[in-house]
């Protein structure tokens, strides 16, 4: 449901990797980052304690840190360093590192400001860290690799980064991205179709290369193949019109999902309709 910035998973030592762009289930995240929301608790707990230690030692002749309490100060220094240090959350890794090295307080006072100076660099630290919810629905369009399916990624091998993205950026709710990503894939199938009846493609706007295509079929021997590849041509020319000139120029119409969801349904349909009829970007 939920795709972090930032993807972790711990290995049999109980280190952290990373794996960016990994789809994550709540449960996933919530298993994940439970260590740190343990320390998160753990040191509240311990400010806790110490603010009412310190408060009461204005009244006692006793006001120095006991050796219990100097040792859960000192095991949650070593944890917030070992732990934060394997999340990335290299500065507050690093203060519990001086603390821990440096000499430790020996009153209540000094405790205390120093797990408030932890307690808001660990806050500041997971404030700036940020996931994409991803709807239960959409999550089959995340990072799919055969999204087109298995024809279309066999045919078209190329559209396979154009394909994923396309259906990313819907599942992230980013319409005209989607679409952009769909004018790529729709782009090269129109290559393929050049290729293959020996127009010119390369640095070429789509309504030229679909003239080339459209004067190249008229010598074409008659058939079921020139049938096809004139319709899909001519399929291309409506797509032009309908989709690509309206993505690829500035237009304060935004593409909303279910518009996005219509185009990226199409665009797929269209694309299997020319693998399906044996065009191929692998085809001479």
Excluded at 63 to 85: G, N, W
Excluded at 218 to 232: C, H, I, L, T
Aim: proline letters at 4%.
């Amino acid at each position: 449901m939920s795709a972090p910035i930032r993807d972790l998973q711990s290995g049999s030592n109980g280190a952290v990797s990373w794996h960016p762009g990994r789809l994550w289930s709540l449960w996933d995240m919530l298993q994940s980052y439970f260590p740190l929301y343990q320390i998160a608790l753990d040191l509240e707990a311990l400010r806790s304690q110490v603010k009412a230690l310190k408060d009461l030692s204005r009244f006692t002749s006793k006001p120095s840190v006991t050796e219990s309490i100097a040792k859960d100060f000192a095991s949650l220094l070593k944890t917030i360093h070992q732990r934060c240090l394997e999340y990335g959350l290299s500065d507050t890794s690093d203060m519990a590192k001086r603390l821990l090295d440096g000499i430790a307080p020996d009153t209540y006072d000094g405790m205390f400001a120093d797990l408030n100076h932890l307690n808001g660099s660990l806050s500041n630290q997971l404030q700036k860290e940020a996931v994409f919810r991803v709807e239960p629905e959409l999550k089959k369009y995340y990072e799919h690799g055969d999204l087109f399916g298995p024809k279309v990624a066999a045919a078209f091998p190329s559209c396979e980064r154009d394909i994923q993205r396309a259906g990313s950026c819907y599942a992230l709710g980013q319409g005209d991205a989607s679409v952009h990503h769909l004018m790529l894939v729709l782009e090269r199938g129109l290559n393929a179709l050049a290729v293959k009846v020996g127009a010119q493609y390369q640095r070429t706007n789509w309504q030229t290369i679909i003239d080339q295509i459209t004067s190249k079929l008229k010598s074409a021997p008659k058939g079921p193949e020139r049938d096809f590849y004139n319709e899909v041509n001519a399929q291309f020319g409506l797509l032009k019109v309908t989709y690509r000139n309206h993505s690829e120029h500035v237009r304060d119409e935004r593409y909303d999902m279910p518009k996005t969801l219509h185009i990226l349904n199409h665009v797929r349909e269209f694309m299997q309709e020319l693998a399906n009829g044996g065009l191929s970007e692998m085809t001479p």
